[in-house]
Nanobody, 116 residues
């Protein structure tokens, strides 16, 4: 089993920044892909960003150039630096941990709210 815990959400004004953190613990071994998804009210869950253990990143089109994903492999922790936040970025942000491309564990989510 893998436990995934996010932190760092909150309320910020448009144009501001937030940094999310996610710590994974438990049976973590092999190839570990870590990432972030988000879900806005009334919308489908969408990809924000992912990062491999080797540091290869992938971003959703709506956050490219504004968000940066990074990780600390020794701590099994992934971060999401969010800059130039917009009201469209409002939603619940979920951290994901995928072990050996076989199973994805999800965190409980952290709320991000952007005031205009």
């Amino acid at each position: 089993q893998v436990q995934v815990v996010e932190s760092g959400g909150g309320l910020v004004q448009a144009g501001g920044s937030l940094r999310l953190s996610c710590a994974a613990s438990g049976s973590i071994f092999g190839s570990v892909l870590m990432g972030w998804f988000r879900q806005a009210p009334g919308k489908q869950r969408e990809l924000v960003a992912t990062i491999t253990s080797g540091g290869r990143t992938n971003y959703g089109d709506s956050v490219k150039g504004r968000f940066t994903i990074s990780r600390d492999n020794a701590k099994n922790t992934v971060y999401l630096q969010m800059n130039s936040l917009k009201p469209d970025d409002i939603g619940v942000y979920y951290c994901t941990v995928t072990i050996n491309a076989a199973y994805t564990y999800w965190g409980q989510g952290t709320q991000v709210t952007v005031s205009s």
